[in-house]
Each structure stands twice: as structure tokens, then as C-alpha cells.
């Protein structure tokens, strides 16, 4: 009898730890209730007079974005009472395909054009909607201690070495690839770096974060991540390798409202707020390079 | 007298038939909840997809990879896991409650935490894996810490069914081999694992099953490298964000992997066991 208690308990505890985890996973909703208790008081009577309505503005953006759109929403909420902004990162790749198969949101903010374009054509975005708000960079990355002496990207070849990359299905794993192919046509490199690099990968992660985190814990030599990803945290624990812009793959980021959204006019005011001089100088400050000064 | 008895006894199996309809109807709500999606794949995806699914390369690696993990870690888990249970089973000693909970502690945590669990142990950095990186030994992204990550999460449910297995041979029975004359050895030889033998192959079973499954350990802690260590659930969660039918096909695999391993605990070990217990009463 007791094993049978314990066990209904266990299992309990065990639902809701599933249950904690998924919500952590899908949404990350900042913290409106908190902003807006610390709200000067004028603005909260204003409130009190005229109650606004509680609306979740639901944002689906790449891994890449998660410190700048942490802010950004920050921001929006800030400037529109009674809005909370839900934001989901995830690998590119995932959201296109959430989105594909009918998941409810409002923006999808991708890390490349194709998989802007997959939900295009899956219905979901309007093709004349999607606007480019951002572009980043490659580069690569080392813990600080260097367990792999690497002191130039050539060293990337060196045999013995582990290094991590984002899987091909995810854009950054996507262009890494390509600046291998780029740097195997130069002559500095070789033409066989490509192979030699790809021979010492251990693992192909389905998300940029996972590649900074495993690199910041030492598990490996080297990875290829965005600029951004070196996060004022991540510095504290990694160094990096510029990668050349002849190199070098510049990202584009697109951003659209989702066609069916419940929100259209909040979508399509995030997405002027995120292509505003204010949004452009927070992705600036996370070291995008901006769409709109191009 | 009897004729009241009778017409209350008519009654009641009236209402047993009665309930019995409602507790069904009742059920019904959630047992559409589980058909329905693992029907959904199947519908999902032409027989003859499947088949030509089946040979790609990736596929196919996955599929000898996670048979080949999930083998290993349960053979790892018979060798490791049987005197853990055979202690808990037969044996009262001070600290059992804490040996008890350490055992059901990986089946409550959610897989993610025991990934990066064994990352702060046995990553480069790790605990243990600092030491074994001075010798030249690394083991996160490698066969071994696929099997390791399901080693962690799927070796309890062995110890668990044993452990009962052992629990239930009465003393007696060794105690009257030991006086034949059998020494340990043979006491547990010819005694024990005979009479536990069901509780330890269903046991093995549910291990290998759910090391089939594991996914959120091993992909923190073991990475994801196509024919080294990305398991079937891996190639599903890749696979989903590219090509569907990949991870249609090897969803559609492990669901048949699921129902055999029921079917062979529930069914065919179950009977088995149930004559052994009354084999023993006689």
C-alpha cells in the first residue's frame, strides 16, 4: 500500500516537473506585471480611469535574438499598457515548422530568408510583409583558457582538435558551411580545410545557444557562432577568432506579422517598433549590424 | 429468504453491468486522447514511403546506433543493477530509504536536468571528467556517453522490477538449499534467479525500451553527430525540422519497439510469472 501512495506521488511529481519544463521551454514571458507596479503614479491612475485591455502579444524568434528581443519586448510592453509580450526562441528551423503545422502567434522573426520564405509558403506570412531588420556575422569561438592553442582560423584544420558546430538544418549551421567552402578556395587555407574541419567536429547541435553554452563549459576546442552570441555573459568564459568578411557569411534577418494573427495591429506596430531608431540601436547594442542604415 | 437474496443479488449484477457501461464511457475521453495521435502517424505516412525512407543513410544509422546504445546499456544495467536490487530486495540496513529514493530519483527528474548533470561530472570540466581529461580521456560526444546518458535514466526501472522479484522468494526456500548443502553461489544460481527470472527479463525489457527512447540527456550530454551519437529520438528532432517523412518513418519504428516491449512484459512474462508463483505455492 505504501509503495502504491508513493508511487502516484512520484508520478505526480513527475507530471508536473513535464509540466514546468515544457512552459519554460516554449515561452519566455517577460516580466510586464512587475514593470508596470514600478510605473510612475500618474500612469497608473490614468489606468485606474480607463482600464486597458490585457493583450499577449505572441513573438516566435530565432535562438540568436534571445538577449535582443528580451529587451525590445521589454520596451514594447513599456510603451503599450495592458501588453505582454510572449517570446519563444528557438533554432530557425523549428519555429518555421511550428509555424508550418498551425501553431497560434502573432511575429516570426527569422535568422535567414529561407526559412522566412517556407512560411511563406506555408500560408502563414504574407510575402509582401517580411522586411529585413538585421544582419550578422560569423565568428569563431574558443573557451579562454584555449585547451586547442588556436591562434588563427587555420588551426581549425589541426587534427585531435573537437570542435561543435550548428547542425546544417539550423542557418547558422548553414553558413558556417559556407565559410568553410570559402575558405577551402583560398589559398591560405587549402583545399582540403573543409574536410580537415569537419573530420574534427564531435557534434552538431540544433541551436546556436547550445554551441556557446558547450563552449563556455570547456567541452570542446571550438565552435561557429554569430557575433552576437558573445554575450557579456559568454565573454566572461570565451574568446574569439574575427572571421574576414570576404569569408565571412552575412545573415539576414527577416521579420514579419503572422497573416492570421488575433493581434494584426500590435504585430504590426513590433515590427515598425523593432525597424525604428530605437529597435535598430538595441540590435546594435547586441552587435547586429543594422538593415535600415544600408 | 432466499428469494430476497436472490433478487438482491440479480440486482446488484444489474448495477455491475450498469456501472460497468458507465466507468466505460467515462474512460473514453482519455483513451481517444492516447489512440488518436499514435494513429495520426501512422495515416501520416504511405507503407511504401516508409520502406524507401528506411534506406536512407541516416535513417539507417540511427537505427543501428540506438539498437547498438540501448543493448549495451542494458547489459551494463544487468551487470550494475542486480546486486543494487538484490540488496534492496532481500536486505534491511541502515540508509535503505536513501538507496530506495537514489534509484527513483532518475525517473522523476526530467532528462534534461540528469544531461546536464552528467555534464558537470564528466564534461572536460566536470567533477570526475577533469580527472579523466589529464588522462587523455574525453567522454561527452561519444558512443559512451550516449550510453551513459541512458544508463542514468533508464537503468532504475531493472532495479525496480528485481528488486520486487527478489523481494517476493521466501527465505525459506534459500534457507533449505543452504541446508542441502548449497553454497551461495548455487543457492542464488538454482534458487533465486529462477524464481526472479521473469521479474529480471521484464525488468531488462522496460530498461532497453526506455534507453531506446531517451532523448533530453543525450543530446545535451552526448551531442548530436549522425552514426556516433545521434539516437533515433535525436534523428526524429532533427529530422522533424527538415524532412518530415525521416521522422515520421523512425517515429512509426519506435512505436512498434514500444508495443512489443508491452506486449512481451505484459503478456507473454506476466503468464510466465504467474505460473512460477503458483509453481512455488505448490
Known sequence: MRSKILSILMLSLLLLSAGCSTQAAT??????????????????????????????????????????????????????????????????????????????????????????????????????????????????????????????????????LMIILADETVPVGKYSQEFLDKASADESFGSDFKD???????????????????????????????????????????????????????????????????NADLAASFVSFVLSDEGQAVLAKYGFVNATAE | MIETEKRTLAQSLNNTAWSKQAWKLLSMPMLLFLAIPILAIFVRNSPRELLQNLNERQVTQAISLSLATSSVTTLLTLIFGTPVAYLLGTHKFKGYHIVDTLI???????????????????????????????????????????VMAQFFIASPLYVRSATVGFAGIEKELKQAAALDGANRWQVFRYIVLPLSGNALLSGGVMTWARALGEFGATIIFAGNFPGRTQTMPLAIYIGFEIELNVALTLSIILICFSFLTLILVKGFLHKRLDIGIDLVND
Open chain 2, 104 to 146: 527513483d530519483i532518475p525517473t522523476v527528474l526530467p532528462p534534461s536536468v540528469a544531461g546536464v548533470a552528467l555534464l558537470m561530472a564528466f564534461g572536460r570540466r566536470g567533477l570526475v571528467g577533469a580527472l579523466l581529461a589529464e588522462k587523455g580521456i574525453t567522454i561527452p560526444f561519444t558512443f559512451i556517453a550516449v
Open chain 1, 196 to 262: 580537415n574541419v569537419l573530420a574534427n567536429v564531435v557534434s552538431f547541435e540544433d541551436n546556436v545557444k547550445a554551441v556557446v553554452t558547450k563552449i563556455s563549459l570547456g567541452e570542446a576546442d571550438a565552435g561557429i557562432v554569430y557575433v552576437t552570441d558573445i554575450t557579456a555573459d559568454a565573454a566572461e568564459s570565451i574568446d574569439k577568432l574575427d572571421i574576414p568578411d570576404e569569408l565571412n557569411t552575412i545573415g539576414t534577418y527577416p521579420i514579419a506579422p503572422v497573416a492570421d494573427s488575433q
Open chain 1, 27 to 160: 515561452s519566455v514571458p517577460t516580466e510586464v506585471v512587475e514593470e508596470q507596479a514600478a510605473a510612475p503614479a500618474t500612469e497608473a491612475e490614468e489606468a485606474a480611469e480607463a482600464p486597458v485591455e490585457a493583450r499577449t502579444l505572441t513573438v516566435l524568434a530565432a535562438a540568436s535574438l534571445t538577449e535582443s528581443f528580451t529587451e525590445l519586448g521589454l520596451l514594447f510592453e513599456a510603451q503599450n499598457e495592458g501588453v505582454t509580450v510572449a517570446l519563444s526562441f528557438a533554432g530557425s528551423q523549428a519555429l518555421a515548422e511550428q509555424l508550418g503545422q498551425g501553431a497560434a502567434a502573432d511575429v516570426f522573426a527569422s535568422a535567414n530568408t529561407k526559412y522566412m520564405t517556407a512560411v511563406v509558403d506555408a500560408g502563414r506570412v504574407n510575402a509582401d510583409d517580411a522586411q529585413t531588420f538585421a544582419y550578422n556575422k560569423l565568428v569563431v569561438i574558443y573557451p579562454k583558457d584555449n585547451p586547442g592553442e588556436l591562434t588563427q582560423l587555420q588551426d581549425l584544420a589541426k587534427s585531435g
